[in-house]
């Protein structure tokens, strides 16, 4: 399978807990995003990566937020201190940025916050 | 005002059926502009993608853009229930900026 790859697929935690959520993009893409999509919206944008440079941070990316991509390959979006309102499906992205704006997407990480 | 406004639906159409889905924007920078198909606990597919104004086919699916008035359209003849899903207009500037998204249903 060559598209974009997340895991896990579901995350269960409990409110205060960290949680990591991994993104493979497709491998000739140089661009990776993350978006948080709550049921009945559509994806919002927290933040992408050229290459390995995180370029840009939504406003909606508090400071409990940290997102990497090491070596411009996989990526990873860490929440700390999880609240419930952090409960939402987790959407990764990836594009080759020197041909066009399309965006390919995993299937998302759904994380639930008790 | 939201930067992009699309109306959540749900729309129920019968099996054959023209469909027609709209969004209204109100940033003149955006260029691109996108439709993704969501089927339920699933990422967002990539549908159609133009660049500034006209119309765009593809198979069943006719993409719209009217930059003067900020409306995009896009339209899915001889409708089938596996086009049942939810439809999310994209444009874009600098970010990506996604629609709500609209719920569709095909009735068979």
């Known amino acids: 399978d060559t598209g974009v790859s997340q895991d896990p697929r579901h995350k269960i935690t409990k409110r205060g807990q960290n949680v990591t959520f991994r993104c493979d993009p497709i491998?000739?893409?140089?661009?990776l995003y993350w978006y948080r999509q709550t049921l009945g919206q559509g994806p919002e944008f927290l933040t992408y990566?050229?290459?390995?440079?995180?370029?840009?941070k939504s406003r909606l990316l508090s400071d409990r937020f940290s997102a990497e991509r090491p070596k411009g390959s996989f990526s990873t979006l860490e929440i700390q201190r999880t609240e419930q309102g952090d409960s939402a499906m987790y959407l990764c992205a990836s594009s080759l940025r020197t041909v066009d704006e399309k965006l390919f997407f995993g299937s998302g990480t759904q994380l639930s916050v008790l | 005002q939201k930067e992009v406004e699309q109306d959540p639906g749900p729309l129920s159409v019968p099996e054959g059926a023209i469909v027609s889905l709209n969004c209204t924007y109100s940033?003149?920078?955006?260029?691109?502009f996108m439709w993704y198909r969501q089927y339920s606990r699933k990422g967002p597919e990539l549908l159609m993608y133009?660049?500034?104004?006209g119309n765009k086919e593809d198979g069943r699916f006719t993409a719209q853009v009217d930059k003067s008035s900020k409306y995009i359209s896009l339209f899915i003849r001889d409708s089938q229930p596996s086009d049942s899903a939810t439809y999310l207009c994209a444009m874009s500037a600098i970010e990506i900026i996604f629609g709500k998204g609209t719920r569709l249903h095909i009735l068979p």
């Open positions: 133009t660049y500034s104004s």
């Open positions: 491998s000739e893409h140089n661009r």
């Open positions: 940033n003149s920078a955006f260029q691109y």
């Open positions: 990566f050229q290459n390995e440079a995180q370029l840009e």
